[in-house]
């Protein structure tokens, strides 16, 4: 069976789990083509994303040309099909919060992609996020392209369901993915009990290089580790705000952010009036190897978060059997158990973030290295990448059997 994976941006540097269940599904028998709208906007340091680019091809790299002589070939040669996407497109665009020029473009990009599909002879299309690369996807077997799927993740999807037309989405999908049972209960909400059979959760996988890495020793000095893009949404500011009343306090610490992004110049700009220099340290963007090692070098994760789906930098330092610091949101309650494998705390609290931080420098190394070892525990049977590729792949069987 050949498929094809349609994302927004591919690959994407805090999206690395996209690239290893598509070689999942591959190691099951599959041939995948992978499709994207854009191209990576950010710059990529991870070789094996590097060698993902060659792979994929790029529906705005045919130009605005391209994207117009598609809409024309599509509309001349299937002219029932097109009206039945355009009026669907109307209908999606009067309710987005992108506007109706946005979603005629997901049109054009659907007239391209149908072809580019058609030629590869691709049977089954499986989209990743709810937003506009599942909006091309149902355009595109609106078309007459093939049948779809797609992976919701949160928490944006759940932010604004009515603007993305999830409801449609979901009904005319041949199933849906999800990634923890919080998400799958968010999307009960938005489609009738009818179509529950066919939510699924696929959760996201940790690399091997996480997975079976020999255990390596807590740092015997203390040392806090956070993962992710620099944003809001991340918690970094609240976790500077912690950093700062415990150095107050006279503690020796470290803080290490590892990654980038828009709210950078504002944390560096923080660290420098708190006076916080000894105590945080900024590395940018880092290579799954990079990440891993940081990790490794660490005794805590902490992953403040206000909004996320289920981090995987999570399942990363579980699997390294450091313990997690993380707050009560979405699917984070699922994996981090308080008292076992770390502690969990309320979002936008920079006072219990602190208070978790404290607690985890008096807890003796011995302690921390067994709730190391209990998140992983959980991390090997949960989160395996190559496990829940296959289940993915045994869904993509059953509806072609189905079908």
Request: net charge neutral.
């Amino acid at each position: 069976m050949k498929i094809a994976y349609l994302m927004n941006q591919h690959p994407y540097s805090s999206c690395t789990f996209i690239r290893r269940e598509i070689v999942g599904v591959e190691a099951c028998g599959f041939k995948v083509s992978r499709f994207s709208i854009r191209s990576p906007e950010t710059k990529l340091v991870d070789e094996a994303d590097i060698q993902e680019v060659n792979q994929t091809r790029y529906i705005l790299g045919a130009g605005a040309v391209g994207l117009m002589l598609g809409v024309v070939s599509t509309a001349l040669m299937k002219p029932s099909r097109f009206l039945s996407a355009l009026k669907l497109t109307l209908k999606m665009g009067r309710v987005s919060d992108r506007g109706m020029v946005v979603n005629l473009a997901y049109l054009a990009e659907a007239c391209v992609l149908l072809k580019w599909l058609q030629d590869d002879q691709i049977e089954h299309v499986h989209a990743h996020f709810a937003t506009n690369s599942t909006a091309v996807a149902l355009l595109c077997h609106t078309l007459g392209g093939p049948t779809y799927s797609f992976t919701v993740h949160g928490p944006h999807e759940f932010d604004k369901p009515e603007a993305l037309s999830l409801t449609d989405k979901i009904e005319q999908s041949a199933f849906v993915a999800t990634i923890s049972s919080f998400s799958k209960s968010q999307l009960f909400r938005w489609c009738g009990y009818k179509q529950w059979a066919k939510i699924h959760i696929i959760r996201c996988g940790v690399d091997d290089m996480f997975l079976t890495h020999p255990h390596v020793p807590l740092s015997q000095l203390p040392r806090f580790v956070c993962v992710g893009r620099l944003s809001e949404q991340k918690g970094h500011l609240l976790l500077i705000e912690a950093v700062s009343q415990l150095a107050a306090e006279g503690l020796e610490f470290k803080v290490v952010l590892v990654g980038d992004g828009p709210l950078r110049s504002q944390i560096e700009t923080m660290v420098t009036q708190l006076n916080l220099q000894n105590h945080v340290e900024i590395t940018g963007w880092a290579s799954n190897a990079e990440v891993r090692q940081q990790i490794l070098e660490s005794q805590i994760m902490v992953a403040p978060s206000f909004a996320e789906g289920l981090p995987v930098v999570i399942m990363e330092s579980l699997a390294l059997s450091r313990p997690v610091i993380s707050t009560y949101i979405a699917g984070t309650p699922e994996l981090v158990q308080p008292g076992k494998c770390g502690w969990l705390i309320p979002a936008g609290s920079a006072e219990a973030l602190a208070g978790a931080m404290r607690a985890a420098m008096q807890t003796p190394l011995p302690e921390l290295e067994q709730m190391g070892k209990a998140g992983a525990a959980l991390v090997v049977q949960n989160h395996n990448a190559a496990h829940e590729a296959g289940r993915l792949a045994d869904l993509f069987r059953q509806y072609a059997a189905e079908r």
